[in-house]
């Protein structure tokens, strides 16, 4: 062989090396670093939740439609009234009673007076106990009997609406918070009241529509507002917790381990878990509030740097002392 067949097949094995060196080196993971520490179990809350958001709507949203086309006279209530079952809401002329009223007051006071005691106005009436949510047209209007003069409500509740793969978990009777988007700071208790019994789809997700009844309507609850809903599922009150990240498992038991008195290390400690959640498990048994509990945390450390210029195959940028006058 020749000696620039040596010489070239030499300088390829070298280039080969050093890039095969750098390349190793810049693809190390990061430095692990353990970390440990002793944390003592602490007496908590825990719950399980499903979260969905919803909308503030009536449970029973009613219109009110007058049994004559005609004129309003009179409107008694406005938006945010109270009323009840058999309260007057507005007083309306029917046309003819509008026709025959409007000849009579260009007779006279007199003759105005007579046509409206033979010829009464008719009462609109509320059907039921409730509120008042909007309020559509102003005395002088002229309606029909497909026109609604009135809303009401009977109760304000949240609309929730929660897909098939949470919808097991929800039940009647359930506790529940109420978030409003408006009023993030206000948090409203209320009930799971009832559960759908047919699905809808939407965006190609089946879901069932939930009512959740406050336990008391505040006076900022308007309809059409968005909420956020939290059903609790389960809870637990005044349990001891510790930390998720301290619970290891071995098949399908789970252990914690946990420091022995007077300098002897550290066993291994097998536990019974209860509720758990993203941050902490309810301990059952195997633990007290004395133990110390050895919580090992992972830490990366990462690599520093390269500088610029250590690629073989890169030129590398000289450092100038000149400055520029």
Known sequence: MSKNKLFFTGFIIVVLCIAAGYFFKAGRPAARNEASQEITPEIGDIRLTVTTTGVIQPQNRLEIKPSISGRIEEILVKEGSMVKKGDILA???????????????????????????????????????GEVIVR?????????????????????????????????????????????????????????????????????????????????????????????????????????????????????KKYVMVKKGRGRGVEKRPLEVGLSDVNNAEIVSGLSKEDLVILREQKYSPIKKQETGTNPFMPSRRKSNDRSK
């Open 136 to 252: 559509s047209f102003e005395p002088g209007q002229t309606i029909t009997t497909g026109d609604a003069l009135l809303v009401l409500s009977d109760r304000l509740i949240v609309s929730a609406q929660f897909d098939e793969t949470d919808i097991g978990r929800v039940k009647i009777g359930q506790k529940a918070i109420i978030t409003l988007d408006a009023y993030p700071k206000n948090k409203i208790n209320g009930t799971v009241d009832h559960i759908a019994y047919e699905s809808e789809l939407v965006n190609n997700v089946t879901i069932y529509d939930v009512d959740i009844l406050p336990q008391e309507v505040p006076e900022f609850f308007r309809s059409g507002m968005s909420a956020n809903v939290e059903v609790i599922e389960k809870e637990r009150t005044g349990v001891l917790l510790i930390p998720v990240a301290a619970i290891q498992e071995e098949g399908d």
């Open 91 to 129: 007083w309306m002329s029917s046309t003819e009673r509008a026709a025959l009223v409007d000849a009579a007051t260009s007779q006279g006071e007199k003759a105005r007076q007579y046509w409206e005691e033979v010829y009464k106005k008719t009462p609109i009436i509320s059907p039921i106990d």
